[in-house]
């Protein structure tokens, strides 16, 4: 190559015709000076070859618990890497579907943190396939992990055997005790630095619940499984909306979220307690204007919001298919009526619907509040949208009563 390229230099650089000096169509030298700089840059594009860059590639890994009993959570955890180096601050995302199926859904998502690792909790419904997944993210490609199945078994759950599977996360012990738990065979505590375990052994079978966190205060200020609210009926449900919890327990549940003190129900429907718990941690939320409040935000409409608040708990709670989401008043109250069916008498959990607009001499629904007591005279309510009672003023989330006669009508979520 290169004797190629010098030959062809020396060639344009000595070659000249005989008239290039007499004729007028000769070029002059800085022509020749210029086709000479073209043809040693072409040359030397051809000498040079760029180095080749390697391509970036990524690994993302899923480890977890593969035989997990119903009502555990389960730790899902797992590496990324970008070059064989583990990366943080990469957002991982935990998928799920039934085995066969080809529908995945997203059970949270997660950072990953120095080194890579990344660990995210999950309480499943049923037996399910999962993959970790990292979106492409510019030059950077994505990555799935290989699926992973969890399948739930019957076997026995100790707190020792709960222990090996929760590794580091279960802290170390405080000590063991055994106490008498009406209802069971027997109670173990193992109060750790990481959380309470609870080994609960009736007839039918022995399991271990993990207790956390402000749950864990609020339960052991109860008196724990000797308490009020008796023993755990299986592990916390989180990574509600409000990055909010909840737990049920055999006698009551407890709510708790990241802005306001646990909310602790005494009860046997867990389903309309759960509701309940999160409408009451609202109460003395105050909009800051009108039709402006954070529920607004979360649904994404300036709306009256008093349905949209309904709404929220719903989901909240967990129960968004039991109180469906709707951006406006209207919307929400045919979908009410027509899937739920107008009911005279309340009960704890209904949601009663109001005119509050009788002065324009149309009777029509106007308001929607949350049912959580009655008397012979009264019905004891929780409302967003609502006036301050203390003050008259001003719009936001509070206990209201209100005569039996106000309501219109109630309808019963299928809770």
Known sequence: MVSRVTLLVMSLGTHRPADALTTPS???????????ALVLTAALAL????PAHAATTTSLTLTMDKTPRSGESIWFSGTWKV?????????????YRRKGSTRWTSAGTTRSRAGGAWALRYKPAASYEYRARAEAWGSTPGALSPYRQARFVSNKRSIESRVNVLGWRAGTSNGLRTVDVPGTQKVRYDSRTTMLLVEVTTSERVRTWTVEGEIRKAYTAKGSATGELGYPLGDARCRLLDNGCLQRFRNGVIYDNAFESPVVLLGKKHSVLEVIAVARSQVGYAAPASNISRYNTWVGTTNAWCSIFQSWVGAA??????IRTYGNFPDFHSWA???????????IGAIAFFDTHTSDGVSAATHAGLVIGYSSNAIYTIEGNTSNPATGTGRGVY???RPRSMPMYYVYPQY
């Open 47 to 50: 000498l040079v070859v760029p």
């Open 337 to 347: 009526v027509r899937s739920l069916g107008r009911k005279s008498a309340p009960t």
């Open 83 to 95: 070059n064989g180096k583990g990366t943080s601050n990469k957002t991982i995302s935990l998928d």
């Open 399 to 401: 206990y209201k009563t």
């Open 26 to 36: 000769a070029r002059p030298r800085r022509t020749v000076r210029r086709a000479l």
């Open 317 to 322: 709670s967990g129960h968004e298919s039991t």
